[in-house]
């Protein structure tokens, strides 16, 4: 059933072993509930604060600064939502850049069709936010402002601390979406003045459905859910236990690991991209140097996405194309639309993420099936 090479990992990330032995003692038998007084409910507690602590330092946070959710897109949600109807009346214009995953930019739509007016901010054509511009979008009744710290189909990584510096400097919250970025990049709110941070536990080696929102102290946030109280009054709710143990040690892992997991995809990475240059018309997407240090996003000439994807998968290849939580619909990416890109680069994008347990072979295997797979792809084509 596993694909025998998987590079696929901007996707989901394989569950790392030592996270699932950490969070098997609260998914068997009595498991208390966080919220009891008693000895099993006690031990739950202390297993989601242990766990708040580690994802607080992986993100340089406070841990009262940290809200658990269940993944980013709630995280995401919670932001736009929270800081938008927590805003002093009046402020109701938005700043939202347009390679925002759907997990933002949906939310922001909906804000817009609550009679929010939303700028939605270009990007050059690597996909990179200019500073000047969002500046220059910034006005006194600007409620928030949100860009990604790296996108998650073709990987640049955006000036995130000056984009935060800008938006706080003149009083506007800033959420950053930094759920591709939790494990890949040095992710430290005490150096990147950011309000809000949203992270998502299965994209560096955590259960999938659990996720947190660094809440900055001082800023203003409404809930999305409401019940009995827990997170501090943002995130009502039982706690998912398990996943939130599950998420503190692969925090810690991150932490621990980062350099040398980051060194070895940056390599492969590159073993990918120079591989690439010699099948002609491939075509790289995104920064050459700020990207994420697993992500490769291609435009193959003359092939479909769809295609080869599945005729990859045939050859027992995972990959991605364009952005695994959109690829349901027939519609060009709209980031790849903001940066420039026409339908044909779009449909024929694909995007190989290379996590920390590829391997070298991995890297020949994809080469090997790419190069061939594209020839039959474009003998078939009527091009
Ligand atoms: N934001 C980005 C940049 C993502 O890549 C994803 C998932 O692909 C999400 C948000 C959503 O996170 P989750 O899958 O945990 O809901």
């Given at each position: 059933?596993?694909p025998t090479v998987y590079l696929?990992?901007?996707?989901?990330?394989?569950?790392?072993?030592?996270?699932?032995?950490?969070?098997?003692?609260?998914?068997?038998?009595?498991?208390?509930?966080?919220?009891?007084?008693?000895?099993?409910?006690?031990?739950?507690?202390?297993?989601?604060?242990?766990?708040?602590?580690?994802?607080?330092?992986?993100?340089?946070?406070?841990?009262?600064?940290?809200?658990?959710?269940?993944?980013?897109?709630?995280?995401?949600?919670?932001?736009?939502?929270?800081?938008?109807?927590?805003?002093?009346?009046?402020?109701?214009?938005?700043?939202?850049?347009?390679?925002?995953?759907?997990?933002?930019?949906?939310?922001?739509?909906?804000?817009?069709?609550?009679?929010?007016?939303?700028?939605?901010?270009?990007?050059?054509?690597?996909?990179?936010?200019?500073?000047?511009?969002?500046?220059?979008?910034?006005?006194?009744?600007?409620?928030?402002?949100?860009?990604?710290?790296?996108?998650?189909?073709?990987?640049?990584?955006?000036?995130?601390?000056?984009?935060?510096?800008?938006?706080?400097?003149?009083?506007?919250?800033?959420?950053?979406?930094?759920?591709?970025?939790?494990?890949?990049?040095?992710?430290?709110?005490?150096?990147?003045?950011?309000?809000?941070?949203?992270?998502?536990?299965?994209?560096?080696?955590?259960?999938?459905?659990?996720?947190?929102?660094?809440?900055?102290?001082?800023?203003?946030?409404?809930?999305?859910?409401?019940?009995?109280?827990?997170?501090?009054?943002?995130?009502?709710?039982?706690?998912?236990?398990?996943?939130?143990?599950?998420?503190?040690?692969?925090?810690?892992?991150?932490?621990?690991?980062?350099?040398?997991?980051?060194?070895?995809?940056?390599?492969?990475?590159?073993?990918?991209?120079?591989?690439?240059?010699?099948?002609?018309?491939?075509?790289?997407?995104?920064?050459?140097?700020?990207?994420?240090?697993?992500?490769?996003?291609?435009?193959?000439?003359?092939?479909?996405?769809?295609?080869?994807?599945?005729?990859l998968d045939a050859r027992g290849i995972a990959i991605?194309?364009?952005?695994?939580?959109?690829?349901?619909?027939?519609?060009?990416?709209?980031?790849?639309?903001?940066?420039?890109?026409?339908?044909?680069?779009?449909?024929?994008?694909?995007?190989?993420?290379?996590?920390?347990?590829?391997?070298?072979?991995d890297?020949?295997a994809f080469?090997?099936a790419f190069?061939?797979t594209?020839?039959?792809?474009?003998?078939?084509?009527?091009?």
């Amino acid at each position: 059933m596993n694909p025998t090479v998987y590079l696929d990992n901007a996707a989901t990330t394989p569950l790392e072993p030592r996270v699932l032995d950490a969070m098997l003692p609260f998914l068997k038998g009595v498991r208390g509930n966080p919220s009891s007084l008693h000895g099993p409910g006690g031990a739950a507690r202390e297993a989601i604060e242990e766990a708040r602590e580690r994802v607080a330092r992986l993100t340089g946070a406070s841990p009262e600064e940290v809200v658990f959710t269940s993944g980013g897109t709630e995280a995401d949600n919670l932001a736009l939502f929270g800081l938008a109807r927590a805003a002093p009346e009046g402020k109701r214009h938005l700043v939202v850049s347009r390679i925002e995953h759907a997990a933002v930019r949906e939310a922001a739509r909906r804000l817009e069709r609550e009679g929010f007016e939303v700028a939605w901010l270009g990007v050059d054509p690597d996909g990179v936010v200019d500073p000047a511009e969002l500046e220059a979008s910034l006005r006194e009744d600007t409620a928030f402002a949100s860009v990604m710290w790296a996108n998650n189909e073709v990987g640049s990584v955006q000036p995130v601390e000056e984009l935060a510096r800008l938006c706080v400097g003149r009083g506007v919250p800033f959420h950053t979406d930094a759920v591709q970025a939790a494990g890949r990049e040095e992710l430290d709110v005490s150096e990147v003045s950011v309000s809000t941070l949203a992270i998502s536990a299965h994209k560096f080696y955590g259960p999938q459905g659990a996720g947190a929102l660094f809440v900055r102290d001082g800023v203003e946030l409404d809930p999305l859910v409401y019940g009995g109280g827990q997170e501090g009054g943002l995130r009502s709710g039982t706690e998912d236990v398990a996943g939130i143990v599950g998420l503190g040690v692969a925090a810690l892992l991150a932490k621990e690991e980062f350099s040398e997991r980051v060194e070895k995809e940056r390599a492969l990475r590159e073993g990918i991209i120079s591989g690439l240059a010699s099948v002609p018309g491939v075509h790289l997407n995104g920064h050459r140097n700020h990207r994420l240090s697993g992500n490769v996003h291609v435009s193959v000439d003359g092939a479909e996405a769809e295609s080869l994807v599945l005729m990859l998968d045939a050859r027992g290849i995972a990959i991605g194309k364009g952005a695994a939580c959109s690829s349901s619909g027939h519609k060009a990416s709209p980031a790849l639309k903001a940066m420039g890109k026409n339908d044909d680069a779009a449909f024929s994008a694909i995007r190989i993420s290379v996590g920390k347990d590829n391997t070298a072979d991995d890297v020949d295997a994809f080469l090997a099936a790419f190069t061939r797979t594209v020839e039959q792809l474009r003998a078939m084509s009527p091009v």
